[in-house]
């Protein structure tokens, strides 16, 4: 799958989407490092691709580069950025039975607002599944990138392109 883009200065803002979250109970915060093993577990089991090892490299940023989301004290979702690479966001999951009430978008929106603070202006989405192509077009008009390779990724063991 290709990389898709993102520009940062067209995003919408989160705070609407938060409030309404919090209404529900959820909370969207930046990780803090003494959650970093419970994220890290969550990645691993969440979604069907193992992201711990993308967490950790979010967790070995200064500041930490995580975002989650919580109900009643418990891991419902996390997105990370500036972990595979530079300016790239994810990856990103919520669990399956807390999906279509705004916790991805919100995630996604906290991540790309907080690239924007870095200095970008546009964002790479790495790598997404076929599966939210749709949801990154409609949450941030995000584009396919017209790439035949891996891109990054065309480094990792099983690829080797």
Not at 40 to 65: G, W
Not at 84 to 110: D, Q, Y
Request: glycine share 4%; aromatic share 10%.
């Amino acid at each position: 799958m290709a990389d898709m883009l993102v520009k940062l200065y067209n995003i919408p803002c989160s705070h609407d989407i938060e409030e309404n979250l919090s209404k529900s109970g959820i909370r969207i915060k930046k990780a803090l490092a003494p959650d970093r093993s419970k994220i890290i577990t969550f990645a691993r089991t969440c979604a069907k691709d193992d992201y711990s090892d993308e967490v950790r490299a979010a967790f070995a940023n200064n500041p930490v580069t995580c975002y989650i989301a919580t109900r009643e004290k418990e891991l419902i979702g996390f997105a990370c950025y500036e972990a595979t690479a530079r300016n790239f966001f994810g990856p990103m999951a919520v669990l399956e039975s807390e999906r279509r009430k705004g916790i991805g978008k919100a995630l996604l929106l906290k991540s790309l607002e907080s690239m924007q603070e870095l200095g970008y202006a546009y964002a790479i989405i790495g790598w997404p599944a076929k599966s939210a192509v749709d949801f990154y077009k409609k949450c941030v008009d995000a584009i396919l990138i017209d790439e035949k390779s891996s891109g990054v990724y065309k480094r990792m063991i099983e690829i080797d392109e």
